[in-house]
Structures are given as C-alpha cells and as structure tokens.
C-alpha cells in the first residue's frame, strides 16, 4: 500500500511560479514510480510528469516541457513539481499518483493517487 499526500497548491498570477510536494507512506519509496496528473473542469484527468524509480528518467506533457520539472528525493520520501511561467491553461486540480511498474502516460495505470491539490492561475 502507499499514501500519498499533495501540498503547495493555490492561485498565481500567470508568468509566476509555484512548486507542489507530494509526500508517500508505506511502500519503500525507492520501489515506486511517481506522476503527476491534472484535471481541468470538463475535462480528463491528463498526464503532466513522471520521474522513475531512481529519478533518472523523467517524462514530460508536451504542454509543460521546459516550464515544469518533476524531482524527487528519495531519502524524504517526496516529489516534487515546479512550475515556472505558469498559464491560466495550467488552472486545474493536481494528483500525485504511484506505480510499481515503470513509467506510464495514463492515469489508469497508476493504483495510488493522492488527494488533489487546486492550482489556479489568472491571468
């Protein structure tokens, strides 16, 4: 089983910067990939990053390559999501979500999701 708990969450003006954490418990940490989704209103629930297991590798949404980085550490048990020049397209509710298996771009094959954290940006 893993627990997972999103903060750093809130409104930005666009052009700003914001940095959501996600904190996990129970599984070994270093065993589980880690995403992070997003879900506008009226929309699916879509893929943003993922970061493997070691950290190593790391996948990106083309619509926050360059402007978003996934990192994790794995001695505190967290990833992270920094978002630089931030869009009100970015506005949506944010998931972390873990896997065991390698990385993955659909949200069904993540067994572990966290609670959502609100990300809102005005332009």
């Known amino acids: 089983q893993v627990q997972l708990v999103e903060s750093g969450g809130g409104l930005e003006q666009a052009g700003g910067s914001l940095r959501l954490s996600c904190a996990a418990s129970?599984?070994?940490?270093?065993?589980?990939?880690m995403a992070w989704f997003r879900q506008a209103p009226g929309k699916e629930r879509e893929f943003v990053a993922a970061?493997?297991?070691?950290?190593?590798?790391?996948n990106y949404a083309d619509s926050v390559k360059g402007r978003f980085t996934i990192s994790r550490d794995n001695a505190k048990r967290t990833v992270d999501l920094q978002m630089n020049s931030l869009k009100p397209e970015d506005t949506a509710e944010y998931y972390c979500?873990?896997?065991?298996?390698?990385?993955?771009?659909?949200?069904?094959?993540?067994?572990?999701w966290g609670q959502g954290t609100q990300v809102t940006v005005s332009s």
């Open positions: 970061t493997s297991r070691s950290g190593g590798s790391t």
């Open positions: 129970g599984r070994t940490f270093s065993t589980i990939t």
């Open positions: 979500a873990a896997r065991f298996q390698g990385i993955s771009w659909y949200s069904s094959d993540y067994g572990y």
